[in-house]
């Protein structure tokens, strides 16, 4: 016999007096539609592309990112942001979860856009990114060494994003945005601390969050490695000036090097096998890293929550222990899916720390490489496509008269 909606889950019985809670409606998306805002931002990147490849100027460029840091920033309030929607591609992708296509679509096009012309989203679309870019000032170049250190710090995130999501834990990313109080002017003062923090830290160091902690980067990074068309320098047009590497804000530049000398080759080959003897022992030393922080965090897994309302009852968790009762299942019951949740949490804990150390590993190689580069050439998984070396580039500039000549 089929119930209705009603008969299946009646509204519950309290015994004394209950006002219910005021209902919130967010504010609707403006005027636009799910299907028009996906359109546009899809015509948004497709003119980002074009900036970026065929126009290749800067002021365009900055033109661009104003206008999308005023509508996907302050009028959109952030949202639907991709590096939010981290949580609800998980969810989809591990449990099914009917998610706002919208939300997934605005984390699958940016990637999409990046394996065809590279990370063209980083250069205004993303509102997190035109608001740094806004504060770069007088950039400095990093140690080499702290430089790749720092830049593992979004792997990590990224892994216990999704570790986070697969277990149904808090969303470990919505809470670590400095920049949602600026956009949704509801932020708390900590969060505004932070916001203006890292802004002043991206007048030296250009762009940090993007650089040094956003978890969407390091996809774009990986999808940009292997893009369609991208930004390049053509060495039959280059006159090793040396400018485009001075104004790159994120060290994307990577200039020529000379083959190091026969006597030095003996150092090189030790180095190395150094580096492989290490690699192994960085993933067995993130996994026990992993291992070693579930422990703690596995307590605020919802099963484990539940299981401890129940055995150590409390005012707080007074209301949860009686749902549980509620629902008829019994103490054992919840016991042992809090103990099958924790053991799986702790081996996603060992596997993604394992992963982290096998990324830190691969890194650690390909920073003793050595390679003999004659020209200039661009680090696509750190360029941003800000434009800045179109602007100092005398050839650049060359092409710019002879098409202002021709067009007149």
């Known amino acids: 016999m089929l119930l209705s909606a009603a008969d299946r889950f009646p509204k519950p019985q309290f015994e004394k007096p209950y006002a219910p809670p005021e209902l919130y409606w967010p504010n609707p998306r403006l005027f636009l539609s799910d299907t028009f805002e996906a359109i546009l931002f899809t015509a948004v990147l497709a003119l980002g592309a074009w900036l970026i490849l065929v126009v290749r100027r800067r002021r365009p460029v900055m033109i661009y990112s104003f206008a999308c840091l005023a509508w996907y920033g302050f009028i959109r309030r952030g949202c639907i942001c991709p590096v939010g929607s981290i949580r609800n591609a998980t969810d989809a992708v591990l449990f099914g979860a009917a998610s706002d296509w919208l939300a997934l679509f605005f984390f699958c096009v940016p990637l999409l856009m990046a394996l065809l012309f590279g990370r ?3 250069a205004g679309a993303c509102p997190l990114g035109a ?59 900590i969060m505004i601390l932070t916001g203006v923090f890292v802004l002043l830290i991206g007048t030296l160091t250009a762009r940090p969050y993007c650089r040094y902690f956003c978890p969407y980067s390091v996809l774009l990074s990986w999808c940009t490695a292997i893009s369609w068309k ?23 530049i990577r200039c020529p090097e000379q083959a190091p000398a026969f006597r030095k080759l003996d150092l090189f080959f030790r180095s190395f096998i150094r580096r492989m003897i290490t690699a192994p ?22 099963e484990a929550r539940l299981n401890l309302a129940l055995t150590n009852p409390s005012p707080e968790t007074a209301a949860e222990a009686d749902a549980v009762i509620a629902s008829g299942r019994t103490p054992s019951e919840v016991g042992k899916a809090a103990e099958k949740a924790t053991r799986r949490f702790h081996l996603h804990c060992i596997l993604g720390g ?15 490489r050595k390679r003999t580069r004659t020209d200039y050439g661009i680090d696509h998984g750190l360029c941003v496509a800000c434009a800045r070396c179109y602007e100092v580039c005398p050839k650049n500039k060359s092409i710019e008269k002879q098409i202002v000549v021709q067009d007149a």
């Open 354 to 368: 394992g992963f982290i150390g096998l990324i830190a590993a691969f890194r650690l190689i390909a920073a003793g």
């Open 131 to 189: 608001l740094q870019d806004l504060f770069i000032v007088r950039p400095l170049r990093l140690p080499s060494w702290l430089d790749r250190l720092l830049r593992l710090v979004p792997v990590i995130v990224l892994t216990s994003a999704v570790i986070c999501a697969a277990n149904g834990m808090f969303s470990l990313i919505c809470r670590t945005d400095p920049f949602v109080g600026f956009f949704r002017g509801c932020g708390t003062p």
């Open 281 to 302: 022992l960085l993933v067995l030393f993130f996994a026990a890293a992993g291992l070693f922080w579930s422990l703690p965090l596995a307590r605020h897994l919802p």
């Open 230 to 252: 991208k930004p390049v320098i053509t060495p039959e047009n280059c006159i090793h000036c040396n400018l485009c590497a001075g104004s790159c804000p994120t060290d994307a």
């Open 120 to 122: 063209i989203f980083c």
